[in-house]
């Protein structure tokens, strides 16, 4: 065994860029050259990154391009040059591959619980001091029909619901009370799942033109937590059986593919479970069709008025009566039978939303959309920017991972020797 030599290797970390300068040995019976202790070091060509550099340029990434997550890079590490943006985003995606694997594995173990993510409760607006007064009084009193200024009649209809349902007659009325009846909002029921899925539309780098990401929540009384990726729906039969509800109910727009791979997909064996349109886009779509039938703006908005009325009590059938009525007099006939077969197919996830209203339960979606807000558009629907399949679900993965409060987990399982 002689020496041959030396041979620099280069590290990134977190302090910035270092230069190790190793012996070079070679076997005179072998006659191989080699660098002792090489084997265990991770795969390099002549530099390491370690990860807690890796970290920094993914948190980077995980929120900004990557053009100024190198100069910010740079100023952190005191060395301009120390990586590139395409250096970046390389680490991006090869770290977002690894993450994507494993919250496949978390959720995947059986031994690993779902560690839903708490939710601030709802906060509406604070009640001045007056209107406080004004609630307390009209709550004790008789007149039921009385609503107080600056509360709207709906609103104070469920709040009268739910101070006679919670509360003994003419018990005090303490700032507490107020507060949650101040606060009343949509809420899982003891034992309930419910799950809210979508998908969300990013320019694609090649054709076709647009990328699609899969989105979800998985909502409890413990709390939230988001799904992300191309096996969303398998992740969902995974943590349905790993949470055990006692109900799951699925709000969602009504695509086909939730109809089918969710609801009587994976959860075909599970008995009490409800699937609900969500009513945004029931009136989105009600409004879209009912514009090409309609004759005129002013006709429009009253027959949607008195569908929306109808539907919102889940009164389907006069519903449909109502459409029909239109036939004779209708300027499209084929988007009248359209709007007719989408709400026919769709009767058994058309609820009474009056009743969920009253009774705190949700009506929507919009959890979902906020999830597509925080693990998407925040990131990947800026002006100009254009995605592939392996970058983009590399930042989807990181803000999952960041949401469900699993980044600092996920990056401690790593060793970082710098």
């Given at each position: 065994m002689i020496r041959n030599g030396f041979r620099n290797l280069s590290l990134l970390s977190r302090s910035g860029s270092f230069t190790l300068t190793r012996q070079r040995l070679y076997c005179t019976d072998c006659h191989?050259?080699?660098?002792?202790?090489?084997?265990?070091?991770?795969?390099?060509?002549?530099?390491?990154?370690?990860p807690g550099f890796e970290e920094?340029?993914?948190?980077?990434?995980?929120?900004?391009?990557?053009?100024?997550a190198k100069r910010l890079l740079g100023f952190f590490c005191d060395d301009e040059t120390i990586i590139s943006d395409h250096g970046i985003e390389n680490i991006a995606m090869q770290r977002g591959e690894d993450?994507?694997?494993?919250?496949?594995?978390?959720?995947?173990?059986?031994?690993?619980?779902?560690?839903?993510?708490?939710?601030?409760?709802?906060?509406?607006?604070?009640?001045p001091e007056d209107l406080k007064e004004s609630v307390k009084d009209l709550l004790q009193g008789t007149d039921a029909d009385q609503v107080p200024e600056g509360i709207s009649w709906y609103d104070w209809k469920r709040i009268r619901q739910q101070y006679n349902a919670r509360y003994t007659p003419l018990e005090m009325i303490d700032d507490a009370v107020l507060n949650e009846l101040s606060e009343l909002g949509p809420k899982p029921q003891p034992g309930e799942l419910l799950i809210?899925?979508?998908?969300?539309?990013?320019?694609n780098w090649n054709e076709p033109k647009y990328?699609?990401?899969?989105?979800?929540?998985?909502?409890?009384?413990?709390?939230?937590?988001?799904?992300?990726?191309?096996?969303?729906?398998?992740?969902?039969?995974?943590?349905?059986?790993?949470?055990d509800p006692q109900s799951i109910t699925v709000i969602a727009d009504g695509a086909k593919w939730i109809t089918k791979q969710i609801y009587h997909g994976v959860l075909k064996d599970f008995e009490n479970k409800r699937l609900i349109l969500d009513w945004y886009?029931?009136?989105?779509?009600?409004?879209?069709?009912l514009s090409m039938v309609c004759n005129g703006k002013a006709h429009k908005n009253e027959v949607f008025s008195s569908l929306m009325l109808k539907l919102w009590h889940g009164n389907l059938v006069d519903g449909l009566e109502l459409l029909h009525s239109l036939r004779d007099t209708c300027r499209n006939e084929a988007k009248l039978d359209e709007l007719i077969a989408y709400l026919t197919k769709r009767s058994d996830s058309i609820?009474?939303?009056?009743?969920?209203?009253?009774?705190?339960?949700?009506?929507?979606?919009?959890?979902?959309?906020?999830?597509?807000?925080?693990?998407?558009?925040h990131r990947q629907k800026n002006?100009?920017?254009?995605?592939?399949r392996r970058g983009g679900d590399a930042l989807l993965a990181f803000k999952t991972l960041q949401f469900n409060d699993q980044w600092d987990r996920y990056w401690s399982t790593l060793a970082d020797i710098a």
């Open positions: 191989i050259s080699f660098i002792p202790i090489n084997s265990i070091l991770p795969e390099h060509n002549g530099r390491i990154v370690l920094l340029a993914c948190l980077l990434a995980n929120d900004i391009p990557y053009a100024p993450v994507r694997q494993y919250l496949k594995e978390q959720e995947s173990r059986a031994d690993c619980p779902v560690d839903f993510v708490p939710r601030n409760p709802r906060r509406g607006t604070a009640w809210f899925v979508d998908e969300i539309l990013v320019n990328l699609q990401h899969l989105t979800g929540a998985l909502l409890t009384s413990d709390g939230i937590y988001y799904l992300s990726g191309e096996n969303l729906v398998q992740s969902i039969d995974t943590l349905v059986a790993k949470i886009h029931l009136q989105k779509k009600c409004k879209e069709l609820p009474n939303y009056h009743e969920r209203r009253m009774n705190c339960l949700y009506n929507g979606s919009a959890i979902v959309e906020k999830a597509n807000d925080l693990l998407v558009a002006t100009s920017m254009k995605w592939t």
